[in-house]
């Protein structure tokens, strides 16, 4: 009998998702009849973006319990790798001098892992010095080597450059597809950051996590703006590769132009449209991909223990598991799967803004998602990162058209005024009322966990 209820129970847990996502879809495609095609792929290829950084931060909080609050350094970490894999070297700055660049940081590696070996083969007193005339000597060395460079290479062609430049991979057997190299990149960036967070919080109480990601999140968006030798600060980076057409190559060719006539539309919709249908395509493939692989895990023997750690840390210590072993694995790896997110967005757009990377829309954004969709369930963080990131779009569009209708019979004054400003506040909260409105109704989301 209990059988038959369990399966009663997982059935209609199919049919709330299965009526949950044609509902979500009837959103996309009521914006696309109602707006345009155009519109409504931007949206929908941004939002695949999103699902896969939910899909990260749920593997962290839905399957173990770890409380990142610096998603969006970990997606700025992403965003870099494809300036350092596509965008052809400064020839210009690096002969002369920007070469040692390179050099100092390799420096200052070398005196941390010298640190750590000394640190490990010493006692009393002797660690202490010897560790600490190791990091200020590094630190000497790695400046003296390194503000030199920087500043020759940040004065190098400023207008246009001013920066190092990365590897120029573009093509791979002869296809333009050489920034998708800067994926995996991407992911083993935010995953080599994740890990330094990881040894050194994840030990101690879960509030020291929470304050680490917060303040290694700042950091890194800090740097992207800052150093300019990088990726040029905040001048931005342009122009880089991506692995499908560009819309203007395709305007430009006969062919293209009868098969928009076939069409019965021009060629600068057709080719718009072509080529955000290519990118929806790619980003289905790697989106169902990680969600593959996560129901895979997560319904393994792994996936047990890792649920098992996080319901009751203690009882399964007490069963032998190494419980921040663990913890370090999965943090991890919901970062890679954030970094991945990055390059993918940075790819797409074909430019990196490091101001862009804010923490209201690359954290709690992203923390909304998992939560309204139902954390623990994969399904659930894209169901929630579809219909947020649809709102959170849409909204700022509906809120200063819903306030000029309700103050259209006002006087001029500057209580008007007052209302018209407060419509652009509209997007957040809209997103706060229906994130209560869940936690509320539905505590464990939209989809929750089995």
Not at 53 to 62: R, T
Not at 154 to 181: D, M, Q, Y
């Amino acid at each position: 009998m209990s059988q038959n209820r369990v399966a009663e129970r997982h059935g209609s847990q199919r049919m709330r998702a299965a009526v949950l996502f044609a509902l979500v879809g009837l959103l996309f495609l009521l914006e696309a009849l109602t707006g345009s095609w155009n519109t409504m792929l931007g949206i929908f290829n941004m939002a695949l973006v999103s699902a896969i950084m939910a899909l990260g931060v749920n593997m962290q909080w839905g399957y173990a319990g770890l409380f990142n609050v610096g998603i969006v350094g970990f997606v700025a970490l992403g965003g870099l790798a494809p300036v350092l894999i596509s965008i052809p070297p400064n020839h210009e700055a690096l002969a002369a001098g920007g070469w040692r660049i390179p050099v100092a940081l390799l420096v200052g590696v070398l005196a941390i892992i010298a640190a750590i070996l000394v640190y490990g083969r010493t006692r009393g007193r002797l660690r202490g010095i010897a560790v600490t005339a190791i990091l200020i000597g590094g630190f000497v060395l790695y400046r003296a080597i390194f503000d030199p460079a920087v500043e020759i290479v940040e004065t190098t062609n400023p207008s246009f450059a001013g920066n190092i430049g990365g590897l120029g991979i573009n093509r791979i057997f002869g296809l333009h597809v050489g920034v998708l190299l800067a994926w995996p990149v991407g992911m083993l960036l935010a995953a080599g950051a994740a890990w330094v967070i990881g040894k050194i919080a994840l030990g101690l109480r879960s509030d020291y996590l929470a304050i680490a990601t917060l303040g290694i999140g700042e950091i890194i968006i800090a740097v992207l703006k800052n150093e300019d030798w990088l990726a040029r600060g905040v001048k931005n980076m342009t122009n880089i590769p991506r692995p499908v057409p560009y819309e203007v190559d395709l305007q430009q060719s006969t062919y293209w132009q009868g098969w928009a006539a076939a069409f019965g539309t021009d060629p600068v919709t057709f080719s718009t449209i072509f080529v955000k249908l290519c990118w929806m395509a790619l980003f289905l493939v790697i989106l169902l991909g990680i969600i593959w692989l996560s129901e895979r895990a997560i319904n393994s023997p792994w996936g047990r223990m890792m649920r098992a750690i996080r319901d009751n840390e203690t009882a399964a210590e007490a069963m032998g598991k190494d419980v921040t072993r663990r913890h370090l694995q999965i943090f991890v790896i919901g970062s890679a799967v954030c970094g991945l997110a990055g390059a993918m967005m940075v790819t797409m757009n074909g430019v990196l803004v490091p101001s862009e990377y804010t923490p209201l829309r690359y954290t709690f954004l992203v923390w909304v998602m998992v939560i309204v969709g139902g954390s623990g369930n994969n399904w659930g963080s894209v169901l929630g990162a579809f219909l947020i990131y649809y709102l959170y779009i849409k909204v700022g569009d509906w809120g200063p058209s819903l306030m000029h209708s309700l103050t259209a019979g006002m006087q001029p004054g500057p209580i008007k005024d007052h209302l018209v400003d407060s419509a652009a506040h509209m997007r957040m909260m809209t997103l706060g009322v229906i994130l209560l409105l869940v936690l509320r109704f539905s505590p464990r989301g939209l989809l929750p966990e089995r």
